[in-house]
């Protein structure tokens, strides 16, 4: 089975670029299914299944997408075994970009918003440095200068990547996704790992706490001068 | 050394064949590209800044010297055969002038040196002088159309030259056409603009997405474009004294009946 994860930035294009690439790798004969992970709500799984390809929708609600998204792998590609799939693809919402839900032999693509300013490639961390494909949409709404230095700046962020401008309005750029989707490799989840650790959760907040004042957290709590304590038991 | 740039048609909005199959540009001429609002005009120029391979809504393909062009050369900065001066004038990049300019010289492997003479062109082109440390989202509609077009000038000289209705942007139009048509390359305007349509080679018109005719400037059209040339120079002139305050008097001009 090849693993494909999409993460990106909500709006960025991320499904009308997948819906191009995926009509395309079904016109050469390469069955997928995708599963679409978001927070509160979705309607791409409708049009995944406009295209005829077998979809499933994950709503995290209030967890993170990206966590919920990587301990529901293994029931994923069970999913996708059983419709006779040779690629599942998940989408990811993401919420803060600091994880990356890549795992080191699936296939990583971050699709970034050109539209976000040029600042922003240097801001998102892993999940576009550790990706192995940066989509880059939108770039037909900015100035061709303005285009060139985003495409510079995931670049230096991610050196090794591969850029493709794409625009999932006319499709164009899909194609070369597409291609990218079929020459890669099929993943055995045994000892299968991600490629860059997840954020640092461990606090009074992720169990509900929604007061504010500081004597009612707990945990691993790392102050903005830069010190990090541990509070409680 | 680019030779030519050949288009050939795909479909119009309507799915249809578009009327012309085929457009060959060559090197040292310029081209035209007129019709109504929403006739394809930008996505003509699109097409080519992207060198489309049949991957566009319209399914238009560029060819280079007869040839496809690799992935590489469509997408590289540093071997890209196009500069595009688009209307997409509004910087959504949070820097100054001067950062914003050394970055995109970067990226085009352009000396970084040439930062100083894409600011002083662009003074010579608008009304308002730019600085180095000037915010480029304060910069005024001329100040940044005329900064673009000193960018695509110096840093992103290239072969092949896409402007894309400069006579918009309330800054000397004619100046920036020749400031960005260099000898030897490939000058592409879409305008809606007779005198500049007249000024052109050939033209292409535009309709519903798709390309109708290519019609070449005949002899009579060149003639009346020089005519038309002197009714501009009045035209900017008296901008130029509305501008600055001035009431006018007169409007008498040499050898124009009006």
Not at chain 1, 91 to 108: I, M
Request: aromatic share 4%; proline share 3%; glycine share 8%.
């Amino acid at each position: 089975m090849r693993m494909i994860i999409v993460a990106g930035t909500p709006g960025s294009g991320k499904t009308a670029v997948l819906i191009h690439a995926l009509k395309n790798l079904k016109e050469r004969g390469l069955k997928s299914s995708v599963v679409k992970i978001d927070c509160l709500y979705t309607d791409d799984g409708k049009k995944f299944e406009k295209i005829g390809i077998p979809t499933k929708v994950g709503l995290s609600m209030d967890m993170c997408p990206d966590h919920f998204a990587i301990y529901n792998i293994e029931d994923m590609i069970e999913w996708a075994e059983e419709n006779n799939s040779e690629c599942l693809v998940v989408e990811t919402a993401g919420l803060c970009h600091r994880c990356a839900p890549y795992t080191v032999n699936s296939l990583g693509v971050c699709v970034i918003d050109a539209t976000s300013g040029p600042n922003t490639p240097l801001k998102v961390g892993p999940f576009l440095s550790t990706a192995d494909i940066a989509v880059i949409t939108k770039g037909d709404m900015i100035s061709q200068a303005e285009r060139e230095i985003f495409r510079e700046r995931v670049l230096e962020v991610n050196p090794k990547c591969k850029v493709i401008d794409a625009n999932g309005l006319s499709g164009q750029g899909c194609i070369e996704l597409a291609e990218e989707i079929y020459k890669s490799e099929e993943v055995s989840l045994e000892e299968e790992k991600l490629r860059h650790s997840a954020p640092l959760a461990v606090c009074t907040l992720c169990v509900g706490e929604t007061k504010v004042n500081k004597k009612h957290h707990r945990g691993i709590l790392r102050k903005i001068d830069g010190f990090q304590t541990y509070q409680g038991e | 050394m680019i030779e030519k740039v050949t288009v050939i048609g795909g479909y119009n909005k309507q799915g249809e064949e578009e009327p012309v199959k085929k457009v060959v540009i060559k090197k040292g001429e310029i081209v035209g590209v007129v019709g109504p609002t929403g006739s394809g005009k930008s996505s003509l120029i699109g097409d080519i800044e992207q060198l489309a391979q049949n991957d566009t809504f319209s399914k238009r393909k560029i060819l280079i010297n007869d040839e496809e062009p690799s992935y590489d050369d469509r997408t590289n900065p540093r071997k890209k055969m196009v500069a595009q001066l688009s209307q997409n004038m509004n910087f959504l990049a949070d820097m100054s002038v001067g950062d914003f300019l050394s970055l995109h010289a970067k990226c085009r492997g352009a000396n970084s040196k040439c930062v100083n003479a894409v600011i002083k062109l662009a003074n010579t082109l608008t009304g308002e002088p730019i600085k180095k440390d000037h915010e480029l989202t304060i910069l005024s509609g001329g100040q940044s159309r005329a900064l673009m077009v000193a960018d695509v000038a110096i840093i992103s000289d290239s072969p092949i030259v896409l402007i894309d209705e400069i006579e918009n942007a309330g800054i000397r139009k004619h100046d920036a056409l020749k400031v960005l048509s260099g000898h030897g390359k490939i000058v592409m305007v879409v305008t809606h603009d007779p005198v500049l349509a007249l000024m052109t080679d050939r033209r292409i018109v535009m309709r519903s997405g798709g390309m109708e005719k290519v019609i070449s400037t005949t002899k009579s059209e060149k003639s009346i474009s020089q005519e038309l040339s002197r009714i501009d120079d009045l035209m900017m002139s008296l901008r130029d004294k509305v501008r600055n305050g001035e009431v006018i008097d007169n409007i008498k001009m040499d050898g124009v009946n009006l």
